[in-house]
């Protein structure tokens, strides 16, 4: 891991340092924040609870012979729990597929995101073991790195881009990237191609100016 100014700027977005010479950008992009807050916030299944919970309220109300004006008034309650659930999970989820930036170049992947706190982790080619690709029906998609290293990262710093449920060996993941057949076969071509030179996972991080 290697320290940097607080307010230091990225040598280009997405990049914390300058890349080195002959090495260059051949894709960047971002996460798509709907799928993400579909998927990693789960909101669609924040929603389902709620109207399911609704549902039940109203059905044991009419049993019981609650009265109409009490089940619209625990009705409405229910119904700003929700909109205040999904809402917040929905700006996160925007949030942070806004500060993330996914790179590849002919050598590495690296990984730019966090909201309060951005980090940048810089995935060499040489430490991938095997790449995972999860396809969605609106054409995004996951795209996970098992790394053959001993240096791990946290799941919960990783999150959410981490490959679901990998909690003790965390798998770094492109999470919901727009068109990710075209990026896994561009991430396979570039694996094939690429040489090896020896090198680690490093991270790096810095406060996001307010």
């Not at 807050?37 to 609870?49: D, E, L, P, S």
């Not at 170049?105 to 073991?129: C, E, H, W, Y």
Request: with cysteine; net charge neutral.
């Amino acid at each position: 891991m290697t320290d940097h100014d607080d307010f230091e700027r990225e040598a280009q977005p997405g990049l914390p340092e300058p890349l080195p010479a002959g090495e260059s950008v051949v894709w960047q992009g971002s996460p798509t924040w709907h799928s993400l807050a579909r998927r990693a916030f789960h909101c669609y299944k924040v929603a389902a609870y709620f109207l399911l919970l609704s549902l039940w309220f109203v059905a044991e109300g009419v049993h019981d012979g609650v009265a109409t004006g009490q089940l619209m008034h625990t009705l409405g309650v229910l119904g700003c729990l929700a909109a205040f659930s999904i809402g917040l999970l929905a700006l996160i989820a925007w949030a942070s597929a806004r500060e993330a930036i996914y790179t590849i170049t002919q050598k590495r992947v690296v990984m730019r995101f966090g909201v309060a706190l951005r980090l940048s982790l810089n995935v060499p080619f040489r430490i991938i073991d095997a790449v995972a690709v999860k396809r969605h029906a609106d054409g995004s998609g996951d795209i996970a790195f098992q790394l053959g290293t001993d240096d791990r990262v946290s799941y919960l710093v990783l999150w959410p881009h981490a490959r679901p449920w990998r909690i003790r060996r965390p798998e770094l993941t492109l999470r919901c990237v727009p068109d990710v057949e075209r990026v896994a076969q561009l991430i396979s071509r570039q694996l094939g191609a690429a040489e090896q030179p020896a090198a680690a996972l490093s991270m790096s991080a810095r406060a996001v100016a307010t």
